[in-house]
């Protein structure tokens, strides 16, 4: 079992950078994937990006390749996403998720709640 909190969320203006942390409590945390999810309003859920439990390997939605960093901390449950020159086109809800390593969010196993990030133009 993995319970995970999002935070880091909040309003920016286009150009400048945050950095979501996601925290995550339970034994199996350390051997999961995790992944960055993103939902705006009217649209599907979609993949960011996601990260191998080693941390050695990454993979990046082509939209936010080269501008959002996803790494993570397993001495102390912790998994980030770094995003800079930040796009109104990224504003969504952000939610980070635990599981096997993959952009399909239908194989991860727990979800937090999400956090909002706002990019105004």
């Known amino acids: 079992q993995v319970q995970l909190v999002e935070s880091g969320g909040g309003l920016v203006q286009a150009g400048g950078s945050l950095r979501l942390s996601c925290a995550a409590s339970?034994?199996?945390?350390?051997?999961?994937?995790m992944g960055w999810f993103r939902q705006a309003p009217g649209k599907e859920r979609e993949f960011v990006a996601r990260?191998?439990?080693?941390?050695?390997?990454?993979y990046y939605a082509d939209s936010v390749k080269g501008r959002f960093t996803i790494s993570r901390d397993n001495a102390k449950n912790t998994v980030y996403l770094q995003m800079n020159s930040l796009k109104p086109e990224d504003t969504a809800i952000y939610y980070c998720?635990?599981?096997?390593?993959?952009?399909?969010?239908?194989?991860?196993?727990?979800w937090g709640q999400g956090t909002q990030v706002t990019v105004s133009s």
């Open positions: 998720a635990a599981g096997r390593y993959t952009s399909s969010p239908n194989v991860y196993d727990y």
């Open positions: 990260i191998s439990w080693s941390g050695g390997r990454t």
């Open positions: 339970g034994r199996t945390f350390s051997s999961a994937a």
